[in-house]
T-cell receptor, first 116, second 117 residues
């Protein structure tokens, strides 16, 4: 079975603070992809990153960084120097090879509120 | 980049009527499209997987006779909510997978907000 757990339901920080969103996944696939999406109040999903299971290198994109650790089945997302515009719901998702339909399994999401 | 559109972006209908939502891949061909439903403050739940030229595969608990999916071409899938009821009010999101893609990425539409009165 595939499962994605985002234990943090809501996080509130003050602008310029760093914040880490946790994501833990379960899968029996050896080949899989992990994703992070941002969903602002408008509702449209914004793709942030895709990472395949064979690439454990951490990635940094501006104020965003991702820490992928297969040993702990985690794919955490850190926002450095948060801004009010970062306020949104963030979803972690998993897609595995075993299910050839390529469907995405989403976590429950973490609502981030960045206060000025 | 790959763009997916949805129409309409929002719709209000009366209980008992049917509503059709379109999902189009604008600059790529999609052999597979997915339909999700999202209730307020909840995650996206996959409803069905739509493959071009074949019947959709529905997730457990989703009524296939109520949510009719048609994927007649490589760029268009439609979701029809038949005999809609207030509990069907939700945010419906489609996504599409590029047939030429080797990754598992899906491109998401902007969503359709359905309100049934």
């Amino acid at each position: 079975a595939q499962k994605v757990t985002q234990a943090q339901t809501e996080i509130s920080v003050v602008e310029k603070e760093d914040v880490t969103l946790d994501c833990v996944y379960e899968t029996r696939d050896t080949t899989y992809y992990l994703f992070w999406y941002k969903q602002p109040p408008s509702g449209e999903l914004v793709f942030l990153i895709r990472r395949n299971s064979f690439d454990e290198q951490n990635e940094i994109s501006g104020r965003y960084s991702w820490n992928f650790q297969k040993s702990t089945s985690s794919f955490n997302f850190t926002i450095t120097a948060s801004q009010v515009v970062d306020s949104a719901v963030y979803f972690c998702a998993l897609s595995g090879l075993m299910d050839s339909s390529y469907k995405l399994i989403f976590g429950s999401g973490t609502r981030l509120l960045v206060r000025p | 980049g790959a763009v997916v559109s949805q129409h309409p972006s929002w719709v209000i209908c009366k209980s008992g009527t049917s509503v059709k939502i379109e999902c189009r891949s604008l600059d790529f061909q999609a052999t597979t499209m997915f339909w999700y439903r999202q209730f307020p403050k909840q995650s996206l739940m996959l409803m069905a997987t739509s493959n071009e030229g074949s019947k959709a595969t529905y997730e457990q608990g989703v009524e296939k006779d109520k949510f009719l999916i048609n994927h007649a071409s490589l760029t268009l899938s439609t979701l029809t909510v038949t005999s809609a009821h207030p509990e069907d009010s939700s945010f419906y999101i489609c996504s599409a997978r590029d047939r030429t893609s080797v990754s598992y990425e899906q491109y998401f539409g902007p969503g359709t907000r359905l309100t049934v009165t």
